[in-house]
């Protein structure tokens, strides 16, 4: 048994190494979305957003978060250019949700995450997000 294979790795060469670090403007792309997903307020957003599909409003939101409108709303621009997550207008109130090609990323792969290692697993899905997002594009 070689040594990549002994610490969870195929002996093929990782996909994230083929794919994500060989294409300047897809890691670049990648990069931004981790920069985006950096604050503890966006991630309390996105698990929030997890576990209501439907969407919340702002009100929603900050209920739940016990913090208030301008700091939350501060959040969603970014999130919303990074197709994080989206909106629709209902009579006076936006409800955000995430997107689908977003809420895939936390979909479980049992194949994937049987065959590679937890950190090249999460590279991974934010990659296929990142690619998804820009409709199957590399040509970002």
Known sequence: MQDNERNGESAAKP?????VLSNPRLLNRTAEVFKGLNQPTTIRIINLLLQEPEGLTVTDLCKKMEATKSKVSCYLPALKTLGVIQYKS??????YRLTDTFR????????????TKTSEWFIRRMASFVVEHNHGSLDL
Request: negative net charge.
């Open 15 to 19: 996909y994230w190494r083929d794919t």
């Open 90 to 95: 209902i009579g006076r109130y936006n409800h």
């Open 104 to 115: 895939k990323f936390f979909e479980f792969d049992p194949e994937m995450a049987a065959t």
